[in-house]
Nanobody, 125 residues
Framework: QVHLVESGGDLVQPGGSLRLSCVASEFSLDYAAIGWFRQAPGKEREGVSCMSGRSDGITYNADSVKGRFTISRDSAKNTVYLQMNSLKPEDTAVYYC?????????????????WGQGTQVTVSS
């Protein structure tokens, strides 16, 4: 059974940084698309960042996080990261990683087959 486990969420002050991790078991992340999503209370889930499963590893970030968030993959550890810099209070949300049986980098939820349980990120002074 495929499992994705996120970690790294925390309480951080505005302007701070966090790195989220997503470890996969029973599924190789090397050739699969990977996405990071977030959901704040009372809001719909939002696609934040994605990486294609092709060898070119194309990435894409939502406008709200461009220049601040970076997605990366460590094949040896079968782990995906989301480096978040210059955090803002509006980045507060539960963050989820997702993957699936496709390779294209997309920021909408429906193609993704497997989801983690989420990790809480709170940006507050």
């Amino acid at each position: 059974q495929v499992h994705l486990v996120e970690s790294g969420g925390d309480l951080v002050q505005p302007g701070g940084s966090l790195r989220l991790s997503c470890v996969a078991s029973e599924f190789s992340l090397d050739y699969a698309a990977i996405g990071w999503f977030r959901q704040a209370p009372g809001k719909e889930r939002e696609g934040v960042s994605c990486m294609s499963g092709r060898s070119d590893g194309i990435t894409y970030n939502a406008d709200s996080v461009k220049g601040r968030f970076t997605i990366s993959r460590d094949s040896a550890k079968n782990t995906v990261y989301l480096q978040m810099n210059s955090l803002k209070p509006e980045d507060t949300a539960v963050y989820y990683c997702a993957t699936g049986l496709f390779t294209e980098c997309v920021l909408f939820s429906y193609p993704y087959d497997y989801w983690g349980q989420g990790t809480q990120v709170t940006v507050s002074s």
